[in-house]
Nanobody
Framework: QVQLVELGGGLVQAGGSLRLSCTVSGRAFTRNAMGWFRQAPGKEREFVAAILRSGGSTSYADAVKARFTISISRDNTKITVYLEMNSLKPEDTAAYYC???????????????WGQGTQVTVSS
C-alpha cells in the first residue's frame, strides 16, 4: 500500500519556483512529523525541511532558509504536505523525498515512511 505520493517536480530555470506536494495516507497518516529530504546523484540524502503534523513547528536546512516554505493541510483521512520552493538554484537539483516520522528534525533515522521521490532539475 503506497502511503506517501509526491507530485510537482520538473525542470525550471534558476531563479524560478516550484511547488511540491505529498499526499500521506495509511499508517503514515498517524506519524507526528512530516519532512522533505533530497538526494543529488553521488551524494547522501540530506534534510530540507520538516513540520509537525499539527503545523505548529517547522525546521529548515540552512541552505534553503528564506527560499523554501513547508506547510501542511489535513482532513480525516489524509495529510498533504507542501514544499514551496522559490529562488531556485542549480545546486537545488535533486530527487526530493517526502517522509513521515516521529519528530520534525533533520535526522533521517527518525523517519520511517518514505515516498518514491520526485525529480527537481534547475538549469543555469
Amino acid at each position: 500500500q503506497v502511503q506517501l505520493v509526491e507530485l510537482g517536480g520538473g525542470l525550471v530555470q534558476a531563479g524560478g519556483s516550484l511547488r511540491l506536494s505529498c499526499t500521506v495516507s495509511g499508517r503514515a497518516f498517524t506519524r507526528n512529523a512530516m519532512g522533505w529530504f533530497r538526494q543529488a546523484p553521488g551524494k547522501e540524502r540530506e534534510f530540507v525541511a520538516a513540520i509537525l503534523r499539527s503545523g505548529g513547528s517547522t525546521s529548515y536546512a540552512d541552505a534553503v532558509k528564506a527560499r523554501f516554505t513547508i506547510s501542511i493541510s489535513r482532513d480525516n483521512t489524509k495529510i498533504t504536505v507542501y514544499l514551496e520552493m522559490n529562488s531556485l538554484k542549480p545546486e537545488d537539483t535533486a530527487a526530493y523525498y517526502c517522509a513521515a516520522g516521529s519528530l520534525p528534525v533533520p535526522d533521517v533515522r527518525l523517519y520511517d515512511y518514505w515516498g518514491q521521490g520526485t525529480q527537481v532539475t534547475v538549469s543555469s
